[in-house]
T-cell receptor, first 112, second 107 residues
Framework: NAGVTQTPKFRVLKTGQSMTLLCAQDMNHEYMYWYRQDPGMGLRLIHYSVGEGTTAKGEVPDGYNVSRLKKQNFLLGLESAAPSQTSVYFC???????????FGDGTRLSIL | KNEVEQSPQNLTAQEGEFITINCSYSVGISALHWLQQHPGGGIVSLFMLSSGKKKHGRLIATINIQEKHSSLHITASHPRDSAVYICAVFPGNQFYFGTGTSLTVIP
């Protein structure tokens, strides 16, 4: 019973490098979300998707892109990593907008 | 602007104490959630509320829609309750999260 799986769990990048974070869910959920969590701040929404092939911007979308080509997968891309993007990234999914979210274990990303 | 405010930010309690964590919000909502984040980082949903009160084991969550306020209570606290408790509201298009209350329960 995997739920929501995020890969990788840890990553260190140099400024300017690019990478993709993968989120996979096996619960057939329509809604998927990418958040970042920084010290002293609540979870902040980066991008979200309300179904396969759809994406929308959240509160802090700059510097990130996303894709939802398959219902079970939601990818978060950093095109040119910056130190300000050092954070813990969480993916979540739910079957309807206001329902409880299921979270992945997080990806700890450091940008040097 | 902060749509969600939690208090206290940090809380230390002796095992067995009754604990209250508060959440105030400034927007109209269709649902309020309480989440728990363990020291390892994992986040789980505890409660979803739209009115009244819910109870699960030693945890009780209440909401007053008119006052835009919710409380999470833990009865007979235990060291395994040590975690960060997060309040989140859903005004209609996305969740907004509080910064969390870090709870430490000492044996």
């Amino acid at each position: 019973n995997a739920g929501v799986t995020q890969t990788p769990k840890f990553r260190v990048l140099k400024t300017g490098q690019s990478m993709t974070l993968l989120c996979a869910q096996d619960m057939n959920h329509e809604y998927m979300y990418w958040y970042r969590q920084d010290p002293g701040m609540g979870l902040r929404l980066i991008h979200y998707s309300v179904g396969e092939g759809t994406t929308a911007k959240g509160e802090v979308p700059d510097g990130y892109n996303v894709s939802r080509l398959k219902k079970q997968n939601f990818l978060l891309g950093l095109e040119s990593a910056a130190p300000s993007q050092t954070s813990v990234y969480f993916c979540a999914s739910t079957n309807w907008g206001n329902q409880p979210q299921h979270f992945g274990d997080g990806t700890r990303l450091s940008i040097l | 602007k902060n749509e969600v405010e939690q208090s206290p930010q940090n809380l230390t309690a002796q095992e067995g104490e009754f604990i209250t964590i508060n959440c105030s919000y400034s927007v109209g909502i269709s649902a309020l959630h309480w989440l728990q984040q363990h020291p390892g980082g994992g986040i789980v949903s505890l409660f979803m509320l739209s009115s009244g009160k819910k109870k699960h084991g030693r945890l009780i969550a209440t909401i007053n829609i008119q006052e835009k306020h919710s409380s999470l209570h833990i009865t007979a606290s235990h060291p395994r309750d040590s975690a960060v408790y997060i309040c989140a509201v859903f005004p209609g298009n996305q969740f907004y999260f509080g910064t969390g209350t870090s709870l430490t329960v000492i044996p």
